[in-house]
């Protein structure tokens, strides 16, 4: 076998599954020619095999060097043509015959040789024995050979997708996705939250996208489905739990309109003892609303009367009564002085701040994917039309496109999402045609946004980091799995990364994050995050459970692409600008909250 021109080197040391080997003196070149291409020997990244009997064992390269020559007799360095030349692999996996399989069943020993590993080798090791895995692109040291990713581990161990501004990392997404759902699994069922609204071109054709200005499919969820003091610091920014004499007011007022409608739910009913305060029942907020503001404000013409409200007039005298549905108050007339009438309802006015604050988020248009939500109301819809209109439609993917929606409570839409899906998997679960019986893959893009390193500013409630982190930890039993997607790992929450069974890394940078994802990489890789920096656009080093063997691979480049470009000031400062851009469209757009629709 050293005869063998795949002969390399030989081993010289063990330790558990890492393996120095050195690079025999005799080779005649660093560049054999093996049935007609070129091979590299050494590349980090590259693989090599160690015969061993009717075994090959598999291993990549993690690192390469060299050790000066010694003369011992003279006492001194000597000119060496090549030196001590080392390799550091790491073992991967075995073969006998054409059948390879992951983790080593017999270990190396000293001496035992080193090969090449050609693309025959490669053939092996990348067969698709499996059906059901997807291609996702070729490897990027032979345009001949696929790379597949295992759609069972993808989703049940999870993964995450990382790579840097620029990376390719939007179109890795676009083309995972089309690989999944375009032709093998078209009834798969993905839900793909979309902070940036990059998707809605891309993955159209596959795609029913919701999103807050689109009257056909518009997005909504329900501020009901948020405990009270989730609710608050949307409300009245608080940023603590909410335990003052306005909260416990004002959480009296909602448990008694809770209760209003228990009895007529339309998917089961309830009593007042099996729900509190937090408990996920439609109630009228505009309603809740208008009857603070009456009772807060209110003049009557009989003291502590709330029947003889005393209402201005307008000029054809009809009564200013205000409208609870559009958030219009009621206007009463100024209180007399002395005994007269009119009289203050209430002397002390000690919930007029929350309830101007509430009706100024009822008002506001960034808002109203929450508020108008009246047909949600228990009655005519609940929670299941809501998760039926995501799940129950002839397209495999679902986007929920949350661009326009507020920063700071990102956090707190996406936790919500999150929490209704698995608790209706979870409770769900054995129920045909869902839970279990119908997997869904949930994508986190831009993660780091709102899944923080031990949360941040924008995120103070840790909602979103709660509801995912559930979904990571138990989801595979009930059939959730999850992608997370990040620009920035040093950004995200530990557990959540430390959940991703597979690693997709394209280009990284920042030294940072580089170190972030070597700690997080399986099968003690880490080594390879040295390769990310000079990974072109669209490759990517691919490690875990969804793949046979780590691997760098090349991903296609997909048409339409995701709206994530970058933009083109060497081509558009050169074209002439109209006189007058429309600002004016632009500050329109901004009051209402909305793109407006040429």
């Not at 001496?111 to 499996?130: F, K, M």
């Not at 228990?378 to 920063?407: A, C, M, Q, R, Y």
């Amino acid at each position: 076998m050293k005869n063998d021109v795949t002969h390399i080197g030989s081993v010289v040391r063990v330790v558990g599954s890492k393996i120095y080997a050195e690079i025999s003196e005799d080779l005649p070149s660093s560049t054999p020619i093996i049935s007609g291409k070129i091979y590299k020997i050494g590349q980090v990244g590259s693989f090599v095999k160690i015969p061993m009997g009717t075994i090959n064992v598999f291993a990549i390269v993690t690192m390469v060097g060299a050790n000066p020559y010694k003369d011992t007799l003279n006492d001194g360095e000597q000119q060496f043509p090549y030196g001590n030349r080392w390799l550091e692999i790491q073992l991967i996996g075995e073969a006998m015959g054409n059948d390879f399989q992951r983790g080593i069943s017999i270990y190396p020993t000293i001496e035992d040789e080193i090969h090449i590993v050609t693309d025959d080798d490669l053939a092996v090791i990348y067969a698709r024995n499996d059906p059901n895995a997807i291609q996702i692109g070729h490897l990027a040291s032979s345009e001949g050979l696929m790379a597949y990713l295992d759609i069972d581990k993808l989703l049940t161990r999870h993964a995450a997708i990382l790579g840097s501004t620029g990376s390719g990392k939007s179109n890795a997404v676009t083309a995972i996705l089309k690989s999944i759902t375009n032709g093998m699994f078209p009834k798969a069922k993905i839900i793909l939250i979309d902070p940036h609204s990059e998707y809605h071109s891309a993955l159209g054709e596959f795609a029913k996208v919701f999103s807050i200005d689109d009257e056909k499919n518009p997005f909504r969820v329900p501020f009901w489905g948020l405990s009270y003091n989730e609710l608050a610091l949307i409300l009245f920014d608080k940023r603590q739990a909410a335990d003052s004499m306005q909260d416990t007011a004002v959480k009296e007022k909602i448990f008694e309109s809770k209760k209003e409608v228990l009895d007529k739910l339309t998917i089961g009913k309830l009593s007042a003892h099996e729900i509190t305060v937090d408990s996920p029942i439609p109630f009228n907020i505009k309603g809740l609303w208008y009857n603070l503001y009456v009772e807060e404000f209110a003049t009557v013409d009989a003291k502590n009367d709330l029947t003889k409200i005393s209402y201005k007039q307008d000029a054809a005298g009809n009564l200013l009564k205000g409208d609870a549905l559009k958030v219009v108050p009621p206007e009463f007339n100024p209180p007399a002085a002395g005994s007269s009438a009119p009289f203050k309802f209430k002397e002390n006015r000690t919930l007029a701040n929350y309830i101007n604050q509430l009706g100024g988020k009822l008002r506001d248009n960034k808002f109203s994917f929450l508020f108008e939500v009246d047909e949600y109301d228990g009655i005519g819809k609940d929670l299941d039309e809501l998760i039926s209109s995501w799940l129950n439609h002839d397209k495999p993917i679902t986007v929920l496109d949350l661009g326009g929606i507020p920063f700071e409570i990102m956090d707190l839409v996406v936790g919500l999402i999150s929490r209704i899906l698995f608790e209706s998997m979870f409770w769900g679960r054995n129920i045909e045609g869902f839970g279990r019986q119908r997997p869904i893959l949930m994508v986190f893009e831009e993660a780091h946004s709102y899944l923080p390193k031990g949360g941040s500013s924008h995120a103070v409630s840790g909602y979103a980091g709660k509801s995912v982190r559930r979904v990571c930890k138990e989801g595979r039993k009930y059939g959730i799995g999850a992608l997370i997607v990040s620009q920035r790992p040093t950004d995200l929450d530990e557990t959540i990364l430390s959940q991703c069974g597979t690693f997709l890394t394209l280009r990284l940078s920042n030294s940072q994050d580089q170190g972030i994802v070597s700690a997080a990489m399986p099968d003690n890789l880490g080594g390879l995050t040295d390769l990310l920096p000079s990974l072109r656009t669209g490759e990517a080093i691919i490690v875990g459970e969804a793949v046979k063997i780590p691997s760098r691979v090349r991903l296609p480049l997909i048409t339409p692409r995701p709206d994530s470009g970058d933009p083109e000031p060497a081509k558009q400062w050169k074209i002439i600008e109209p006189e007058k851009p429309q600002f004016d469209v632009a500050v329109n757009n901004w009051r209402k909250q909305r793109i407006s629709k040429p």
